[in-house]
């Protein structure tokens, strides 16, 4: 194929197709994503020349590709956090939604001679435009060097802005947006390991041993299955609390936590940590989602220091935010327990 340096009058489309990988559904969290794959063939000859000369996209025409809806004609924004639908040409990394049973995964269709493809990543935040359960369409608008312009809703402008549907292309998408679940304390789950300097370590504690560390490995069960944790961030990062809240009491545990996006626990800098150095994550133990317990015998007791609960935010790997509370268990020996709490 060759590349137009100049625009052609006689520069046009030859095909122009839209179709979703995977499932045409997403969570309407801003986070989730469709892929909307686009394919194009541009030719230079006349509209009735059964011999054109297939070239590529120019990188200007490239730029001007633009994800449109479908009853309103309006362009959906790029690369937005806010409300409404967004358009990225990057993943971001969430799982698809998940299929229903019996649903077939859509896998693309077989690839076709010439033309060249793209893929757009489509996602969506609650708003007046993005309704879960109402389904909305999606168009692609091209405009070529030469000023021609196509819509796939069925609408074609010649150069000088002149409506000619006859040369026009229709394909389209439907995307139905997904309620955001709101999981409970209940679903998640925490593992506990015993660590030491470092290292996982198999030996137990009694409550009345005065120096030991844990991680607590947090989870998110869901119909019997495991959704994997993406992030965690804790607010604030750590709490404290001693044996006895009483003046001359050294014993105490103080948290922090690590998400999968952290190569370190991080820690309440408000808190004190005594002489010994706080617990290190476990190489082994990155990527998943963490709180830590350590317990000291040389932390002077303070009055007023963040005694729990932490504000946990959760975010899975659907793109779902969840909410939660973590703190020390109520039950003796509370302070090498932790709980979560709505």
Not at 116 to 124: C, D
Not at 177 to 201: C, E, H, I, M, N
Request: proline share 9%.
């Amino acid at each position: 194929m060759t590349s137009p340096h100049t625009p052609d009058p006689q520069w046009r489309l030859a095909a122009l197709e839209l179709e979703v990988l995977g499932p045409a559904a997403l969570y309407a969290n801003g986070n989730q994503q469709v892929v909307i794959q686009v394919y194009l063939k541009a030719v230079v000859g006349a509209p009735e020349d059964l011999d054109p000369v297939e070239v590529e996209l120019t990188a200007q025409e490239v730029a001007r590709l633009q994800i449109f809806t479908f009853e309103t004609e309006q362009p959906v924004v790029w690369d937005q956090s806010g409300p409404g639908w967004s358009v990225s040409m990057a993943a971001k990394g969430y799982d698809p939604f998940p299929a229903a049973a019996g649903e077939p995964f859509v896998r693309g269709s077989p690839s076709r001679a010439g033309g060249q493809y793209w893929r757009f990543y489509l996602s969506g935040l609650r708003n007046a435009e993005v309704v879960p359960g109402v389904p909305s369409r999606f168009v692609l608008s091209v405009r070529g060097d030469n000023g021609i312009r196509y819509l796939s809703n069925g609408k074609f402008w010649d150069a000088e802005g002149e409506r000619n549907d006859r040369r026009a292309f229709t394909s389209s998408v439907n995307i139905t947006p997904v309620k955001t679940p709101d999981y409970l304390a209940d679903a998640f789950r925490l593992s506990k390991t015993q660590l030491a300097f470092g290292t996982l370590d198999s030996s137990s504690v009694e409550p009345s041993d005065p120096v030991a560390s844990f991680m607590f490995v947090l989870s998110l069960v869901v119909g019997g299955e495991v959704v994997k944790v993406r992030n965690l961030t804790s607010e604030p990062a750590g709490m404290i609390q001693w044996f006895r809240d009483f003046p001359g009491e050294s014993f105490a545990s103080y948290t922090g936590f690590a998400g999968p996006q952290d190569i370190a626990f991080q820690w309440n800098t408000n808190i004190g940590q005594g002489n010994s150095p706080p617990p290190s994550l476990p190489p082994s133990q990155r990527g998943k989602a963490i709180l830590v317990l350590a317990g000291r015998v040389d932390i002077p007791y303070k009055p007023n220091q963040p005694g729990g609960p932490c504000a946990l935010t959760i975010i899975d790997a659907n793109g779902n935010s969840h909410h939660l509370n973590a703190q020390f268990a109520d039950t003796p020996p509370s302070r090498w327990e932790l709980t979560l709490t709505d």
